[in-house]
Structure formats: C-alpha cells, structure tokens
C-alpha cells in the first residue's frame, strides 16, 4: 500500500492516464470509495468507473492545489479539466468534443497505513452541464 506522503500524487496519476492497475498499490480490495452523487464503490468498482471516464476524457488534467493530514485523515483539494472526445460506457451518448472543468476535494481516512475509506466530492453536475451530457438548469 502507498503511504500517506505520495498517496495523493500516485493517485492523481491514475486519474491522469487511466492505468487502473496501480490502485492495487494504493488500496485495498474492500476500501470504502464514496463519490455522491454515485453508489459507494470498492477497488474493482473505482478501476470500472476511472477506465470508462478516462475513454470519454483521454486529456484529462489534475492540479492538486493543496495537501493536508491530521492523524489518520488526509485530505486534498484539487481542480481538474477535460475534453469529452472519446466514447464511454459510462456516458449515454456521442463524444461533444467541448471541455469542462471542475474543482473538488478528497478526504481518506487511514487505519495502520491503509487508507481504508476515501470521500471523493467534486461538482459532477457543472462537469456533465459543461461538456454537453446534461443541459444547464433552468
């Protein structure tokens, strides 16, 4: 398992080049993944999810703004952009080639090392408005 001093960088990369296979480095198979509005997730749940977003957001960039820990909990801020270009089983329909961006912030909670349970918070309806999935309100 990674520790809690480049957990956030090696987990930024997966996010960034959708190589999945280096969450079995970082957590473990039973973590409790949380990212509202979605249902909670394991390790093999968040490898499905990260690859399909990363087919339907190939150029996806990651900048962690800020980095804190208190005891067993770490926490980062962070924003992030894209361009919806390719096709995705997780989005409904045809790339729209307009990109999006959106801010956001993880919270894990460690126990002996392990990050044993991650909350994942991130404006998912100003991404989806943006790159053309869902139209804006009102």
């Excluded at 991650?118 to 991404?127: A, I, N, R």
């Amino acid at each position: 398992m990674s520790s809690q001093t480049d957990f956030f960088s090696r987990f930024g990369d997966v996010w960034r080049t959708g190589k999945v296979d280096v969450l079995d480095e970082l957590l473990p198979a039973d973590v409790a993944y949380h990212m509202p509005p979605f249902e909670d997730m394991d390790r093999a749940g968040l490898k499905q999810l990260i690859s399909g977003f990363h087919q339907a957001f190939p150029d996806f960039a990651l900048t962690i703004h800020e980095e804190t820990r208190d005891g067993g909990t770490t926490t980062a801020r962070w924003s992030c952009s894209a361009t919806f270009t390719g096709a995705s089983p997780l989005l409904p329909l045809a790339p729209t080639g307009l990109a999006t961006e959106a801010t956001g912030a993880h919270i894990i909670h460690w126990y002996d090392d392990v990050p044993i349970e991650v909350w994942h918070f991130g404006d998912w309806l100003g991404w989806l408005q943006r790159c053309g999935v869902m139209p804006p309100l009102g």
